[in-house]
C-alpha cells in the first residue's frame, strides 16, 4: 500500500512565524503535490514537484515556497505565516511515466495561525 | 469558469436507495476522471477512476463519463450510512496537473 505521512496532524503558529509542513511518501513516486482546502473553496494547488530539486507554481502559489532536496520528502514552507493561511494542508504522490495515476493523500495537517 | 463543478448539496437519500452525484469539467482534453469520498476531519480516499466513455462498476458503485458532454457520475446502490460523506470529483488535464470540484456533501439517512 501506498504511505503517504505528514510531519503534523494539528499544528498552531504565530502570525510572522516560519513554517515548515512535511511530507513523505514511500513508493518512489515521482510526482508530489502540496494542496489547501478550505470550505466552499475545495482542494487548492499550491505547489507540485516532477522530480528532486524540480517545482512549478500551482493556483496558488503566493506566501508559500517548496523544497525537495530527496524524491520521497516534499516541503512546504510558509516563509511568514499570516492568519489566512489557516487552513487543511494536503500532500499528495502519484507515479509518472506516460499513465495516468490517481493520486495518493496524506492525512493532512490542520494550521491554525494566530 | 471553474475547471471542475459540482452541485455542493447536501444531498440527503435513505438507506438502500440510489445516490447519484454528478460533475461537469470545461477542459475538453481533460483524460482521466476520478471520484474521491471525504470523511469528515479526514483526508480523500479514492474509490473509482474513469478514462474512458461509458460506466464502469466496482460493487456498489458506477461512475459514468461523458466527453461529448463533459459529464462525470457516481451513482451508489444500496446507500448505506457509511456512505456519508463528501465525495470530490478530480480531473487530469495535461501535465499531471488535477483539478477538483468543491466537493458534494452526501446524507444517507437510516
Known amino acids: 500500500d501506498v504511505k503517504v505521512t505528514q510531519s503534523s496532524r494539528y499544528l498552531v503558529k504565530r502570525t510572522g512565524e516560519k513554517v515548515f509542513l512535511e511530507c513523505v511518501q514511500d513508493m518512489d513516486h515521482e510526482n508530489m503535490f502540496w494542496y489547501r482546502q478550505d470550505p466552499g473553496l475545495g482542494l487548492r494547488l499550491i505547489y507540485f514537484?516532477?522530480?528532486?530539486?524540480?517545482?512549478e507554481k500551482g493556483d496558488i502559489p503566493e506566501g508559500y515556497s517548496v523544497s525537495r532536496e530527496k524524491k520521497e520528502r516534499f516541503s512546504l514552507i510558509l516563509e511568514s505565516a499570516s492568519t489566512n493561511q489557516t487552513s487543511m494542508y494536503l500532500c499528495?504522490?502519484?507515479?509518472?511515466?506516460?499513465?495516468?495515476?490517481?493520486?495518493?493523500f496524506g492525512p493532512g495537517t490542520r494550521l491554525t495561525v494566530t | 469558469q471553474k475547471e471542475v463543478e459540482q452541485n455542493s448539496g447536501p444531498l440527503s437519500v435513505p438507506e438502500g436507495a440510489i445516490a447519484s452525484l454528478n460533475c461537469t469539467y470545461s477542459d475538453r482534453v481533460s483524460q482521466s476522471f476520478f471520484w474521491y469520498r471525504q470523511y469528515s476531519g479526514k483526508s480523500p480516499e479514492l474509490i473509482m477512476s474513469?478514462?474512458?466513455?461509458g460506466d464502469k462498476e466496482d460493487g456498489r458503485f458506477t461512475a459514468q463519463l461523458n466527453k461529448a458532454s463533459q459529464y462525470v457520475s457516481l451513482l451508489i446502490r444500496d446507500s448505506q450510512p457509511s456512505d456519508s460523506a463528501t465525495y470530490l470529483c478530480?480531473?487530469?488535464?495535461?501535465?499531471?496537473?488535477?483539478?477538483f470540484g468543491t466537493g458534494t456533501s452526501l446524507t444517507v439517512i437510516p
Open positions: 514537484s516532477y522530480d528532486v530539486k524540480m517545482k
Open positions: 478530480a480531473v487530469e488535464n495535461t501535465g499531471n496537473q488535477f483539478y
Open positions: 474513469i478514462y474512458s466513455n
Open positions: 499528495a504522490s502519484t507515479e509518472s511515466g506516460g499513465g495516468t495515476y490517481e493520486q495518493y
